[in-house]
C-alpha cells in the first residue's frame, strides 16, 4: 500500500514496556505471535503503512529482547527506554528526543493491540490534518469495566477518564478509549510535559492529553473503531481471541479476492500469506509464514504448507506438508503423504504418493513413484539430488545425494542409487530377482508332513 499522507511527516510511538505477566511467560508479551508475526511486528507494520516515517519503540529496561526484535522487524526504528512504569505517558516522553523533532503527526501505539488497521492509524491522522490538536480512537464496549471513558460535551470531546478515576455518572458511559491517541506535532511535547500524577493510580495519564488540550482551546476529536479492532492481549486468552479476529478478516480478505474456501473457519492463514484467483483451498488446510499460492491451484484437505511458492493450476495434497523452499511451478501435482523441503518441482512434474523430497531439483514432466525417498542427509551435510525433466523414479526408491538422475532417464522399482544416472538410461540398484520353481510346494509337503509326525508320537 502506498504511504496515506505523504504531504506530512509523522512519528510513531510503539509502547512496548508493558509487564505482561499475565500471560505466565518467559518470553515478552509483545513477542508473543499472532498469525505468525509478532504483535510487535503487527503495530510496526501498521504504521508504517499509515505512513509514519520515523518509529520510537518504547521499552522496559529489564526486557532488552523487545528492542532487538524491533530493529530486526525495523532497521531505522529508534529504541528508547523506560526505566520505572508510571504511566502511559511517561512512557511516551521515553521518546522525548523523537518527538522534540519535527512533525507533523504523531501516533501512539500500544504493542500490546495488534489489531488496529492502517487505516484506522491513518485516520487519526486526517483529524489531525482537519486541524484537530488530539484524536483519540474510541469503541463501544461490551463490558467498560477498566476502559477509560470518553466524556463528551457538545459532541465535543472534552476529557478522558479512566475507570478508577470515574464518578459512577462517568462510569455509565459506554464509549471507552481503545488507547492509541494521534497528537499534533507541534503540540505534542507541552501537552504531554503538563501531565501530571495527581490520579487514583499516581501514574502519567496519556489520557490527560485531552483535558489540557481543551483547556488551552485545541480540538480533540473522537474517531470510532469496533471493538474486535482495538481489543488487546493480556493473557494467553486474549491472543487466541486476537488470532481468531487475524483470521476472521484474512478470510474474508482471500474469498473476496476470488479464492474459494470450502470452509473458511477450519482454513489458517499467515499474516504474509497470498492466495491467488480461483485458488480453492478445502478444509484444514494450515499456511505458515511465507507462502504464495497463483492462481487456480487446487489445495486439497489436511495440507500444511510453511515457506512454500505454489505456481498457476498446481495442485497439493490431501496430507500434503511443504516445508521451507518447497517450490511448485505450474500444474506440478503433490499428493498425499508428501513431504518436500527446499524442493522445486518442475512444470507438470508428478510426486503423488508417500515421498519425502529434500535439497532437490525434479525436472519439468519428470514423474516419482510412490514412496521414494532423497537421502539428503548424513548426520552432518545436506546434499543435493536433481532429477532431469521427463525422468521416471520408479516405487520406493532411494536417491543417496549428492546424486543426479539425467532428464528421460529410468530408475527400477526399489533402487538405492548411489551414482548419477546418464539421460535415458534405466539404473538398477536391487538384488537381482531369482525364482526357484516348485519350491513353495516342496516347502509346504515337507513341513506338513513333519508336523503330522509329531502329533502320531505324541
Ligand atoms: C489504557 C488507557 C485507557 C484505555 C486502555 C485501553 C491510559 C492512562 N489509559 O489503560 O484509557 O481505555 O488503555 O486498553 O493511557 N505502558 C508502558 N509503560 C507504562 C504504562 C503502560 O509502556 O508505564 C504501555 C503498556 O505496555 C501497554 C500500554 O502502554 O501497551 C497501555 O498500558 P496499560 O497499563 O495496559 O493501560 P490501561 O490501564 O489498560
Ligand atoms: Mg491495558
Known amino acids: 500500500m502506498t504511504e496515506m499522507q505523504p504531504a506530512r511527516a509523522c512519528l510513531a510511538i510503539v509502547l512496548a514496556a508493558g509487564e505482561g505477566t499475565r500471560m505466565k511467560s518467559r518470553q515478552p508479551k509483545v513477542l508473543h505471535q499472532v498469525a505468525g508475526r509478532s504483535l510487535l511486528g503487527h503495530v510496526l507494520s501498521s504504521v508504517a503503512e499509515a505512513g509514519a516515517d520515523s518509529v520510537a519503540v518504547v521499552i522496559a529496561s529489564e526486557r532488552p529482547e523487545v528492542g532487538e526484535a524491533a530493529l530486526k522487524l525495523l532497521p531505522t526504528a529508534r529504541i528508547a527506554t523506560q526505566h520505572e512504569r508510571l504511566g502511559t505517558a511517561h512512557a511516551t516522553l521515553a521518546a522525548r528526543e523523537a518527538i522534540a523533532a519535527d512533525h507533523d503527526d504523531i501516533l501512539i501505539a500500544f504493542a500490546d493491540t495488534p489489531l488496529v488497521r492502517p487505516e484506522t492509524f491513518a485516520a487519526l491522522r ?56 494521534a497528537l499534533a506535532g507541534e503540540h505534542a511535547l507541552s501537552i504531554l510535559e503538563a501531565i501530571g500524577d495527581d490520579n487514583a493510580q499516581r501514574e502519567f495519564y496519556l489520557t490527560d492529553a485531552v483535558a489540557i488540550a481543551r483547556a488551552r482551546g485545541l480540538g480533540a476529536v473522537v474517531l470510532k473503531a469496533p471493538e474486535s479492532e482495538v481489543q488487546g492481549v493480556n493473557d494467553r ?36 500469506t497470498r492466495i491467488g484467483q480461483d485458488v480453492v483451498i478445502e478444509p484444514n488446510v494450515v499456511f ?96 543435493k539430488t536433481t532429477i532431469g525433466a521427463n525422468a521416471f523414479i520408479g516405487s520406493n526408491s532411494s536417491l543417496v545425494a549428492p ?52 502329533k502320531a508320537a505324541e
Not at 501435482?333 to 504418493?353: M, R, S, T, W, Y
Not at 539404473?427 to 531369482?434: C, M
Open 237 to 272: 486468552a486474549q491472543l487466541a481471541a486476537a488470532e481468531a479476529e487475524f483470521q476472521r478478516r484474512k478470510r474474508h480478505a482471500v474469498m473476496l479476492d476470488g479464492a474459494t474456501l470450502i470452509a473458511p473457519e477450519t482454513t489458517f492463514f499467515s499474516y504474509d
Open 403 to 454: 546424486v543426479t538422475i539425467g532428464e528421460g532417464a529410468y530408475v527400477g522399482s526399489g533402487s538405492v542409487i548411489t551414482t548419477d544416472v546418464a539421460p535415458d538410461a534405466l539404473a538398477l540398484g536391487r538384488g537381482r530377482q531369482v525364482d526357484k520353481q516348485g519350491w513353495a510346494k516342496t516347502f509346504r509337503e515337507a513341513a506338513a508332513a513333519r508336523k503330522a509326525a509329531k
Open 126 to 181: 486526517g483529524a489531525l490534518a482537519g486541524g484537530a490538536a488530539v484524536a483519540v480512537l474510541g469503541f463501544e464496549a461490551r463490558d467498560p469495566t477498566g476502559y477509560g471513558r470518553l466524556v463528551e460535551h457538545d459532541g465535543q470531546l472534552e476529557a478522558i477518564v479512566e475507570h478508577k478515576d470515574a464518578t459512577p455518572a462517568q462510569r455509565k458511559i459506554k464509549l471507552c478509549n481503545a488507547g492509541l491517541m
Open 288 to 383: 505458515g509464514p511465507g507462502v504464495s499460492v497463483a492462481d487456480g491451484a487446487v489445495i486439497h484437505a489436511f495440507s500444511h504448507l510453511e515457506g512454500a511458492t505454489i505456481g498457476a493450476n498446481a495442485n497439493v495434497g490431501p496430507f500434503a506438508r511443504l516445508r521451507p523452499g518447497a517450490a511448485l511451478a505450474e500444474r506440478a501435482k503433490v499428493g498425499n503423504f508428501v513431504e518436500l523441503k527446499a524442493a522445486e518441482i518442475g512444470p507438470g512434474a508428478k510426486v503423488n504418493h508417500l515421498t519425502y523430497i529434500g535439497d532437490a531439483t525434479v525436472g519439468a514432466g519428470a514423474n516419482i513413484g510412490a514412496g521414494t525417498i532423497t537421502c539428503n542427509y548424513d548426520g552432518f551435510a545436506k546434499a
